[in-house]
Each structure stands twice: as structure tokens, then as C-alpha cells.
């Protein structure tokens, strides 16, 4: 029977951090949750996919096979993502390529396959970006190139959308306490590298819960008119408005002096 009383979410990077805790809220708020993720999803309480959001072929069945047993598609949560760290002499190509395939490439053929489920509709796309693509992080340079993309990308899309009430928002994270630490993918051994990145990872084991992410995510998936960006948190709000104001050259001087 399809589904005509809840709201149906796809989730990507859903069986762990953000992604995790933002299908379970979604749940608890009574959508119809389904995750997609690489890793199986031990738990019972939401259908997750075992599928690689590069594997275009894979998301496409995926995203058929919900939207036939639910008669609807209305958000989609682009959240899974990984990162890359090390000076960037020392970066390897094969993983400049993966880091946009997985963070850019396939937010944006995501974000193009579910469109056709919504336009009927419409829906809600919501794109995990990060402030360190606002804010440049060195040392995290293609990490927060793609970041900056998935942003870009979010209002460019907005204005494609918007005549079939499909709403795009870009949320942008800071220091959140996660596993995405321990899995990022160090390079090299350039030493001041090695020391930018432990402060980043100690930052971000001081950082925010991913419930706190989460609850931002809700708050955009049911807004009617939800904002093109909502960066979580305070203390990253104001540095987000500062970057706005400050010179270019100021801006990066400061967060030269905080990580290199």
C-alpha cells in the first residue's frame, strides 16, 4: 500500500554521525524513512540501502524502488561524505578524485535523479555542505573545495527548482563530534600539516552532537519556505557573517593564524 499519510526521506551516509542521527529524528517525527550507506545498517527501525552514492546505476533502482512502494519521494537528505587532509603537494590524485566524486559529483546526480520523483509534488533537497566551506581550511583544501561546491551548487539548483515547489537548502555544520575524524584519510608528512589537523580533530571532538545538526536538518525538511543556507550554531553564524564583511585577505590571515 503506498504511502498517503507520512512524509517520505532518503537519507544518505545513514548509518552513522549525522546521517544517523538525522534519519532516527526524522523518524521520531514521523516520516517514512529510508537510508542509503556503504556500510550495512544493523538496526530495524528504517530500511537502509546497502549502496555507494557513486554507484549512479544502484541510487537510481533505489530511488524507483522507494517511490513504488510509497507513491512519493518528498525529501532527500544528501549528507554522506568523507575528507581528505595533508598538505596539498602531497595529495595523492586518485584521492582528489574520490573526494569530489563522493562529496560534489554525487550530491549533484543525486539531487538530479530525485527531482523527477518530486516535481509532482514538490520536495525538499537538503545538502550537508560544512562551514570550512565558507571559512577555507588549509591543509583540508579539497575537502573544503567540495564543501564550498555542495553550497554553490544548493542556490544554483534553488532557482532551477522553484517552479515545482521543490525548496533547496544548504546546511552548513562546524566542529561536529563524529566518526568522520578518525576516518578522514591523512596524507603525507609534511609537519605542520600533521599539527593543523590534530587541532582540527581535537576541535571536532569538542564539537557540537550530530543530534544538534540534525534537529537544524528537521527544521529545514519541514519549513515551508526553508533558507538557501543555515549554518549550526552560534559562534559559526557570526564567523560566517564576519567572512562576509571582513576583506578577503583579513579572513585569511585569521584562519592562517588559527591552523597553520
Same mark, same amino acid.
Request: hydrophobic content about 40%; some cysteine.
Given at each position: 500500500?503506498?504511502?498517503?499519510?507520512?512524509?517520505?526521506?532518503?537519507?544518505?551516509?545513514?548509518?552513522?554521525?549525522i546521517?544517523?542521527?538525522?534519519?532516527?529524528l526524522?523518524?521520531?517525527?514521523?516520516?517514512?524513512v529510508?537510508?542509503?550507506?556503504? *556500510?550495512?545498517?544493523?538496526?530495524?527501525?528504517?530500511?537502509?540501502?546497502?549502496?555507494?552514492?557513486c554507484?549512479?546505476? *544502484?541510487?537510481?533502482?533505489?530511488?524507483?524502488?522507494?517511490?513504488?512502494?510509497?507513491?512519493?519521494?518528498?525529501?532527500l537528505?544528501?549528507?554522506?561524505?568523507?575528507?581528505?587532509?595533508?598538505a596539498?603537494?602531497?595529495a595523492s590524485?586518485?584521492?582528489?578524485?574520490?573526494?569530489?566524486?563522493?562529496?560534489?559529483?554525487?550530491?549533484?546526480?543525486?539531487s538530479k535523479?530525485?527531482?523527477?520523483?518530486?516535481?509532482?509534488?514538490?520536495? +525538499?533537497?537538503?545538502?550537508?555542505?560544512?562551514?570550512?566551506?565558507?571559512?577555507?581550511?588549509?591543509?583540508?583544501?579539497?575537502?573544503?573545495?567540495?564543501?564550498?561546491?555542495v553550497?554553490?551548487?544548493?542556490?544554483?539548483?534553488?532557482?532551477?527548482?522553484?517552479?515545482?515547489?521543490?525548496?533547496v537548502?544548504?546546511?552548513?555544520?562546524?566542529?561536529?563530534?563524529?566518526?568522520?575524524?578518525?576516518?578522514?584519510?591523512?596524507?603525507?608528512?609534511?609537519?605542520?600539516?600533521?599539527?593543523?589537523?590534530?587541532?582540527?580533530? +581535537?576541535?571536532?571532538?569538542?564539537?557540537?552532537?550530530?543530534d544538534?545538526?540534525?534537529?537544524?536538518?528537521?527544521?529545514c525538511?519541514?519549513?515551508?519556505?526553508?533558507?538557501?543556507?543555515v549554518?549550526?550554531g552560534a559562534?559559526y553564524?557570526l564567523?560566517?557573517?564576519?567572512?562576509?564583511?571582513?576583506?578577503?585577505?583579513l579572513?585569511?590571515?585569521i584562519?592562517?593564524?588559527?591552523?597553520?
Amino acid at each position: 500500500m503506498k504511502n498517503t499519510d507520512n512524509k517520505v526521506a532518503i537519507v544518505t551516509g545513514a548509518t552513522s554521525g549525522i546521517g544517523l542521527a538525522t534519519a532516527k529524528l526524522l523518524l521520531k517525527k514521523g516520516y517514512k524513512v529510508y537510508g542509503i550507506a556503504r *556500510k550495512p545498517y544493523a538496526g530495524n527501525d528504517f530500511t537502509c540501502f546497502s549502496a555507494d552514492v557513486c554507484d549512479y546505476g *544502484k541510487i537510481k533502482e533505489c530511488f524507483k524502488e522507494v517511490y513504488d512502494k510509497e507513491g512519493a519521494i518528498n525529501v532527500l537528505v544528501n549528507n554522506a561524505g568523507f575528507g581528505i587532509a595533508g598538505a596539498m603537494e602531497e595529495a595523492s590524485a586518485e584521492n582528489i578524485e574520490a573526494i569530489v566524486k563522493v562529496n560534489l559529483t554525487s550530491l549533484c546526480v543525486l539531487s538530479k535523479e530525485v527531482i523527477p520523483f518530486m516535481k509532482e509534488g514538490g520536495g +525538499k533537497i537538503v545538502n550537508v555542505s560544512s562551514v570550512g566551506g565558507i571559512m577555507p581550511l588549509p591543509y583540508q583544501a579539497m575537502y573544503s573545495a567540495t564543501k564550498s561546491g555542495v553550497e554553490v551548487f544548493s542556490r544554483a539548483l534553488a532557482n532551477e527548482v522553484k517552479e515545482y515547489k521543490i525548496k533547496v537548502c544548504a546546511v552548513l555544520p562546524g566542529d561536529t563530534k563524529t566518526g568522520f575524524t578518525d576516518a578522514r584519510v591523512c596524507e603525507g608528512e609534511n609537519a605542520s600539516a600533521k599539527k593543523s589537523v590534530e587541532k582540527m580533530a +581535537k576541535d571536532e571532538q569538542h564539537g557540537k552532537s550530530p543530534d544538534v545538526v540534525a534537529k537544524v536538518i528537521y527544521k529545514c525538511c519541514k519549513k515551508k519556505n526553508p533558507p538557501l543556507r543555515v549554518t549550526v550554531g552560534a559562534s559559526y553564524k557570526l564567523l560566517v557573517f564576519l567572512q562576509r564583511i571582513l576583506p578577503v585577505r583579513l579572513v585569511n590571515f585569521i584562519i592562517r593564524k588559527i591552523y597553520c
